[in-house]
């Protein structure tokens, strides 16, 4: 077999999706694969970022707590090093935004990190940043992948290679965004329980370092496979963080208590109150949006993406916040916030990222946020939920499902349907507007919406719903998983 025949069967199948290349562990992701986009990455980054670096070949590169996660990255550093860049390699586990933050401290091209954040354990894969600290491009990934026939040209100069510590700095950044001994305080003096379900991920041990207060940590212990289910903050997987702020509710009938949920790169975040309920982002989004602008006195552009509810442009409003709406992926985000001055970008599935620190989401600064503004206003999360819906007059509900699809087959005979046999009517509903930005958004003539959309990491059909009231939400979920069952 040719030289040029093993690059193209290496190349083959490496697509880069909403936010990074992801495949299944030893089937599409191999050592190989990873040392191979790994090095063109650099290069890559070299080609866009080398001028307003003034022309560093620094690469950072780090990973998460899943399986060969610190090997696929040895190798990825390897690889960086071989074609003449020099290596920064962490020395352990960190989160994401730690990497995207180390890349704009160090003045670096960008980082490589080895995550596949909130998929399940099979899967892992590789998430490119550019020295401004955030998610590339879509037109960067885009020329990695052209790129990619031409196969690594290793250097006769090769790299450096030395590790480092990625917590330190990242830990001295947060800390300078948010009050920490106001929250440290509540939580000493027993006016604050928080719990944090990092879900085996790269959280484990953040709010400890950040806060240096007891925190109660579950599931904190590395699991590769997570539990047999998926680090994602959704509420099929918090069995035990629902148990223990119950408990806890039982023998403290006062006080406030929280619960922060991570995903497993800690780049998205949920919440559960201290009764007991989740709160998706669709929650903390406005929250945040209030604490930021009325408590911090924080200005600039407020983004959400379509999947994102209502009543978020209703609070930006409420502080003459100028909305901006992207696709899904939190890189239109961070484009957006290169781009303009932003108060808060923000996306359904947990990621939030700020216009004052660096253009990436980060769930351990939005879990800092969260604990400030419990603390500052006394009030459990859920009652300054209610405050916000009573000020804009919107109530509503939400709730998403994922639909797993069979293959490529099932996923073209959905979209064939959905273009040449457009939705009319939906759950007894007249569709009266449909945006395509991004899937089909269905916005019915009682003004609740229902959005359709393929995963941009996994095979699996995403249904989204806002309506005024749970019952509405799962009627027209229920309705739209027999059409999908059935187109």
Known sequence: MTHSTLVSALVDGIKFGTDGWRGVIAADFTFDRVRLVAAIAAQVLADNYSQVTNGSRT???????????????????????????????SEGFAPTPAFSWAAKQQNALGALVITASHNPGKYSGLKVKGAFGGSVAPAITQQIEARLPEGIVTSPTPGTLQTFD???????????????????????????????????????????????????????????????????????????LFHQIHSYRQTHPTGLAVGLVFDGDSDRIAAVDGQGNFLSSQILIPILTQHLAANRGY????????????????????????????PIGYKYIADRMVETQVLLGGEESGGIGYGHHIPERDALLSALYVLEAIVQSNTDLSDLYKDLQQRTNFISSYDRIDLPLSGMEARARLLNQLETQPLTEVAGQKVVDCLTVDGYKLRLEDGRWLLIRFSGTEPVLRLYCEARNLDQVHETLEWARDWASQA
């Open 166 to 240: 990625p917590w330190q700095s990242y830990c001295e950044g947060l800390r300078t965004k948010v009050n920490i001994g106001q929250i440290r305080e509540a939580i000493l003096q027993g006016k604050l329980a928080v719990f944090a379900d990092v879900m085996h991920g790269a959280a484990a041990g953040g709010l400890a370092k950040l806060l240096d207060a007891p925190i109660r940590e579950i599931n904190s212990d590395r699991d590769p496979l997570f539990g047999g289910g998926a680090p994602e903050p959704l509420p099929k997987y918090l069995s035990e």
């Open 299 to 326: 200005t600039g552009e407020f983004i959400k993406t379509i999947s994102g509810s209502d009543l978020m442009p209703k609070v930006a409003a409420l502080y003459n916040l100028p909305v901006y709406e992207t």
């Open 59 to 89: 690469v950072i590169v780090g990973y998460d707590r899943r399986f060969l996660s610190e090997d696929f990255a040895r190798a990825a550093a390897e690889a960086v090093q071989s074609v003449g860049f020099d290596v920064l390699l």
